[in-house]
């Protein structure tokens, strides 16, 4: 399975983005994904995923703020985010897994950067 992200970019706070991630290849291994995020000199946190019911999760720092959809078509996942702050800058990954499994798919990583 091969994850591309795309949508990244510089906004000023109070912005919005949406990042796009297109899954490719064997994408029957998969049925749930999720969005990360890393910043310099921080741990990897999930942002926000879709369960194994369809619902959607988010990290409490991003809710009210982002929204997380898939396409019609099951291999595209999307993050909309609004009123971006600062503390949003980060590379934003896409990941994708077998539900109740480990994460075992990620992409490159589209960078979101927010200024002041």
């Known amino acids: 399975v091969q994850l591309v992200e795309s949508g990244g970019g510089s906004v000023q706070a109070g912005g919005s983005l949406r990042l796009s991630c297109a899954a490719s290849g064997s994408t029957n291994g998969i049925d749930c994904m999720g969005w990360f995020r890393q910043a310099p000199g921080k741990e990897r946190e999930e942002v926000a995923r879709?369960?194994?019911?369809?619902?959607?999760r988010y990290a409490d720092s991003v809710k009210g703020r982002f929204t997380i959809s898939s396409g019609n078509a099951k291999n595209t996942l999307y993050l909309q985010m609004n009123n971006l702050t600062p503390e949003d800058t980060a590379m934003y990954s896409c990941?994708?897994?077998?539900?109740?499994?480990?994460?075992?798919?990620w992409g490159k990583g589209t960078q979101v950067t927010v200024s002041s």
């Open positions: 990941a994708a897994r077998r539900c109740f499994a480990g994460w075992s798919y």
């Open positions: 879709i369960g194994w019911d369809g619902s959607p």
